[in-house]
């Protein structure tokens, strides 16, 4: 895959984060977006459209749910010195979900298994149970659609 960001003038280090970072963002993006047609099919809803308010929101508190969930699930068992090269983007001001992004491009360069591990996460994001998100009483998808 060529590397697609116009601005060439980056050293190698730089062009491989965005390259990490864009290979991300589309991953996020399918899981997300496939989430939200799952959903919406279990309920009996028509596919979610990309010029409703309501999808659009839905798609972005998912996106929100997926990463928080990508934040605990792959940063559970780092070592020491992992934690240590993670730290200052974990705490990066920003609003959250670019931060939670930032933090999985980080990983993403850290650990040689993080895309098993990511699979791995998605694939019981797609297909588990609805898991409350942020502490809340009820899940991402039972708020949107309506379920207690």
């Not at 977006?33 to 309501?54: F, M």
Request: net charge neutral; aromatic share 6%; hydrophobic share 40%.
């Amino acid at each position: 895959m060529p590397f697609r960001h116009p601005d060439r003038s980056h050293d190698l280090g730089t062009r491989i984060e965005l390259e990490v970072r864009e290979r991300l963002e589309e991953a996020v993006d399918y899981v997300c977006l496939e989430a939200l047609v799952r959903a919406r099919r279990a309920a009996g809803l028509p596919p979610p459209a990309s010029d409703s308010p309501a999808d659009r929101s839905a798609y972005t508190d998912n996106v929100l749910a997926f990463l928080r969930q990508l934040d605990r699930d792959v940063a559970a068992d780092l070592s020491p010195e992992q934690q240590r090269k993670l730290a200052g983007v974990a705490t990066a001001p920003a609003d959250e979900q670019a931060r939670l992004m930032a933090v999985q491009v980080r990983l993403a360069r850290l650990l040689p298994d993080y895309w098993q591990r990511f699979d791995a996460i998605s694939t019981r994001y797609l297909t588990g149970p609805d898991v409350p998100s942020s502490g809340e009483g009820r899940s991402l998808l039972g708020r949107l659609f309506g379920r207690r």
